[in-house]
């Protein structure tokens, strides 16, 4: 359980989360989260457990969950439908999906690649690999977008790079640079492709008509269900993790 895995690298406690919308479905919710709650407590019996149950949809409820039960991490399942991404998009915290037949190896979330364009939320996702490179000393790889042929956007993203590495430093670590041929627009495109555990990234900052329609970027890369993704929200100031 990913969720799990999670917890024991950031000494973290498992909340065991469901919602629901009628009577009937509150009763099969308690039943589920029932069974799993002992099978967690019967074979990991060092994790920090706990069960909440709240009446309601998703994305009426993520403010609720960081405000008063101080929610760091959301894990989501593989898939990014649309009550899922109305939620995610209303959550100050970021959402965890998990890749299709993911090995145990990739469970461990010691290989993770971050690319950096030239959004400021990129730093949002910056931040959390960090948080893997310090408490967990996972292989941080930068993916560094070519915005040469823009400016100011060129500008951003090395702003992005420099602010990155002088928190790395703050703790004694170097990731791996990799400086890209693609402009931001492609860069998710491109890390996406790399072996690794875990893809962080800042999810889209502007939706259009089309992506609606079709679908963000963000969603497109979770669906395809290749690798496990830790996404931020542009939209939301992020709470973060304290020492």
Same mark, same amino acid.
């Given at each position: 359980?990913?969720?799990?895995?999670?917890?024991?690298?950031?000494?973290?406690?498992?909340?065991?989360?469901?919602?629901?919308?009628?009577?009937?479905?509150?009763?099969?919710?308690?039943?589920?989260?029932?069974? $799993?709650?002992?099978?967690?407590?019967?074979?990991?019996?060092?994790?920090?457990?706990?069960?909440?149950?709240?009446?309601?949809?998703?994305?009426?409820?993520?403010?609720?969950?960081?405000?008063?039960?101080?929610?760091?991490?959301?894990?989501?399942?593989?898939?990014?439908?649309?009550?899922?991404?109305?939620?995610?998009?209303?959550?100050?915290?970021?959402?965890?999906?998990?890749?299709?037949?993911? =090995?145990?190896?990739?469970?461990?979330?010691?290989?993770?690649?971050?690319?950096?364009?030239?959004?400021?939320?990129?730093?949002?996702?910056?931040?959390?690999?960090? $948080?893997?490179?310090?408490?967990?000393?996972?292989?941080?790889?930068?993916?560094?977008?070519?915005?040469?042929?823009? $400016?100011?956007?060129?500008?951003?993203?090395?702003?992005?790079?420099?602010?990155?590495?002088?928190?790395?430093?703050?703790?004694? $670590? =170097?990731?791996?640079?990799?400086?890209?041929?693609?402009?931001?627009?492609?860069?998710?495109?491109?890390?996406?492709?790399?072996?690794?555990?875990?893809?962080?990234?800042?999810?889209?900052?502007?939706?259009?008509?089309?992506?609606?329609?079709?679908?963000?970027?963000?969603?497109?890369?979770?669906?395809?269900?290749?690798?496990?993704?830790?996404?931020?929200?542009?939209?939301?100031?992020?709470?973060?993790?304290?020492?």
């Amino acid at each position: 359980m990913d969720a799990l895995r999670l917890a024991s690298i950031f000494d973290l406690e498992v909340c065991l989360f469901g919602c629901y919308h009628n009577k009937k479905k509150h009763k099969k919710l308690q039943h589920i989260i029932q069974l $799993y709650s002992s099978l967690i407590s019967k074979n990991v019996p060092s994790a920090k457990l706990s069960v909440l149950i709240l009446e309601g949809r998703l994305q009426n409820l993520v403010q609720t969950l960081g405000d008063e039960y101080d929610t760091l991490l959301f894990c989501a399942g593989s898939k990014m439908n649309n009550e899922i991404w109305n939620a995610f998009y209303k959550a100050q915290f970021p959402f965890y999906f998990s890749a299709k037949g993911a =090995s145990s190896a990739q469970k461990n979330f010691e290989k993770v690649s971050v690319p950096v364009d030239f959004r400021k939320s990129t730093q949002d996702a910056l931040l959390w690999s960090s $948080y893997f490179a310090r408490f967990h000393q996972s292989k941080i790889t930068l993916h560094v977008a070519n915005d040469s042929s823009n $400016y100011r956007e060129a500008q951003q993203t090395n702003a992005n790079l420099e602010s990155a590495l002088k928190l790395y430093q703050t703790f004694g $670590y =170097s990731p791996t640079i990799k400086n890209s041929t693609n402009s931001s627009y492609r860069i998710h495109s491109e890390a996406q492709k790399v072996l690794c555990d875990l893809l962080i990234f800042s999810a889209s900052s502007n939706i259009t008509l089309p992506d609606k329609i079709f679908g963000t970027f963000e969603k497109k890369i979770i669906n395809r269900k290749k690798r496990n993704v830790l996404l931020t929200n542009p939209k939301k100031e992020m709470y973060v993790m304290c020492d």
